[in-house]
């Protein structure tokens, strides 16, 4: 690679270039360049917006339906099971019996 660009190089210098058109490089065509960017641009900025606002009344449908609500399942013995009071006592941060008033 380095090759081909002394040789390029020592090319337009024996050549002689007067114009500043011969010392630079020809511009390359990529299969990306074909289409306009700012229609590309201002097409995903659409799309986008209309995303943003399709996603936002899903949301706002979804959580405005409400959700469902079971019956209490059975107090089965074994999910409270208190072989002994704590150490600090049943009124405490943790667990307050006469929070129900």
Avoid: Q
């Avoid at 380095?2 to 007067?18: V, Y």
């Avoid at 449908?61 to 409400?66: P, T």
């Avoid at 006592?89 to 008033?101: R, T, W």
Wanted: hydrophobic share 35%; aromatic share 12%.
């Amino acid at each position: 690679m380095a090759r081909s660009g002394l040789r390029s190089a020592s090319f337009l210098l024996r050549r002689g270039a007067k114009s500043n058109a011969a010392v630079a490089p020809a511009k390359r065509s990529f299969s990306a360049s074909a289409h306009d960017d700012a229609y590309e641009t201002a097409k995903w900025e659409k799309i986008t917006y209309a995303g943003i606002v399709t996603c936002t009344i899903l949301a706002i449908y979804n959580l405005s339906k409400g959700h469902p609500h079971f019956e209490e399942p059975p107090a089965y013995p074994y999910l409270h099971i208190r072989n002994k009071e704590f150490p600090w006592g049943p009124d405490s941060l943790f667990e307050n019996k006469h929070a129900d008033h």
